[in-house]
């Protein structure tokens, strides 16, 4: 079983490729752990002020979890890493412009010179004050009714400064919807809404910033639709819901009901909740890179497809380790010369994975994402996703499948 006891003295250290800076900096004194702020540390200047967390990752070569400090220091976006176990810097302070300040929180995960770190804990007291007081999670779930506005209501969850940590598309059965529902239980319009929420795909999404469950419900207004373009104009439930049923989205309102509720879509025991709504017929596959998705352009390539009259009609997030990246860009192996950095793009955060339908789907999709590389794309094919959102050949936005035979495989 694998775990932070390592059985070969640490001898890899900051010897493991992947970074180029080594044990060259003196141990400094310690204070419990290396470079720690000690718990009655005052907050630094902004000049010095710094982050510390505790990351772990996965060494496959050795088949061990290796931990670390990460220290980031807002001021000039540089970072520092410390192995634990050690006692000793395994990445000296440097500039890496990759990583950002909500990028940080723990269970996300990130990627520092082409390696993927689980933040697992705050590395000191200063820290888990300033970015884990307030930080929240709750559920976003956009009904049947506003399915077809998911690009435009994520491009507001993002605005508003959520973090969409986990999101997929699914239906629910009529047991799934009367849990969910079960405070409704002895309402008249019972019957009605669970009808209403069976009778089409919903997107579920673990969303997360500081005081998310009240900001959140805030960004949806009154639950009444007609009520909501009276008092809250702007709100989500104005501007895509119809009534007191059909009102676009919901959130919960304690804790409680969060923990509830995301249990129930996202179970914490390994289930995988309720059935995705993959056709795997007539189909092809499309993922949304996570270059893309950290800046935000999540929303505005689900609405672009949509517009060009594609069907999204499965969609999940994930996070994929370097292992599945290398069998999913397999066939691409010794024939494409970015192929590595390819697959570092693909694990280096999340990802969204959708199956796309229409008649003759790979071809046509295909078409419409464009040239590979975005700077052709945009001389060639200007109106193509990739030469919207794309920035180089590695971060040109979009996967998508390029053999016919290949697009159900790719969606399973």
């Known amino acids: 079983m694998v775990n932070e006891e390592e059985t070969r003295d640490g001898r890899r250290g900051g010897e493991e490729k992947g970074f180029r800076f080594r044990n060259a900096v003196p141990k400094r004194e310690e204070t419990g752990s290396v470079g720690r702020l000690t718990s009655n540390s005052t907050k630094p200047t902004n000049h010095s002020e710094r982050f510390v967390f505790i990351a772990e990752w996965y060494d496959p070569n050795a088949s061990l ?22 006692h000793r ?48 999670k709750t559920l976003a779930l956009i009904k049947p009714d506003a399915v077809s506005k998911v690009g435009e209501i994520i491009e507001i969850i993002n605005k508003a400064g959520f973090t969409i940590t986990k999101l997929k598309m699914m239906t629910l059965s009529r047991k799934e919807a009367a849990d969910f529902h079960a405070d409704h239980q002895s309402r008249p319009f019972f019957n009605e809404l669970i009808q209403f929420s069976t009778s089409g795909p919903v ?19 009154p639950a009444n639709s007609e009520l909501a373009r009276t008092d809250a104009p702007g709100s989500i439930r104005a501007l895509f819901g119809t009534d007191g049923i059909r009102n676009a989205a919901h959130g919960p309102d304690s804790f409680a009901s969060a923990a509830r509720e995301m249990e129930l879509f996202f179970p914490s025991s390994g289930g995988c909740g309720p059935a995705n709504t993959a056709k795997f017929t007539n189909c092809t596959c499309c993922i949304i890179k996570p270059h893309a998705v950290s800046e935000g352009l999540l929303g ?67 078409e419409f994402c464009g040239p590979a590389d975005p700077e052709i794309a945009r001389h060639l094919r200007p109106g193509t996703l990739r030469a919207t959102f794309g920035k180089t050949k590695i971060q040109n936005a979009v996967h998508c499948t390029d053999l016919p035979e290949d697009g159900l495989l790719e969606v399973r």
């Open 203 to 221: 997107v579920a999404m673990e969303i997360l910033r500081d005081n998310a469950i009240c900001e959140w419900k805030r960004l949806l207004g």
């Open 65 to 86: 979890l290796r931990r670390y400090e990460l220290l980031y220091y807002p001021g000039d976006g540089s970072v520092e890493m410390h192995d634990v176990k050690n």
């Open 300 to 366: 505005k390539i689900l609405m672009a497809i949509r517009d060009a009259c594609f069907e999204i009609s499965a969609m999940q997030m994930f996070n994929m380790d370097r292992v599945n990246v290398e069998e999913f860009y397999e066939v691409y192996k010794g024939v494409v010369s970015e192929y590595n950095e390819m697959v570092t793009e693909m694990y280096s955060g999340s990802c969204v994975a959708m199956e796309i339908q229409q008649n003759n789907p790979t071809k046509t999709f295909r």
């Open 89 to 136: 810097t395994f990445l000296k302070r440097t500039r890496y412009d990759d990583l950002r300040l909500e990028d940080l929180f723990i269970g996300n995960k990130v990627n520092i010179f082409s390696r993927q770190l689980v933040l697992i804990d705050y590395g000191d007291p200063y820290t888990a004050r300033q970015l884990g007081s307030r930080k929240e």
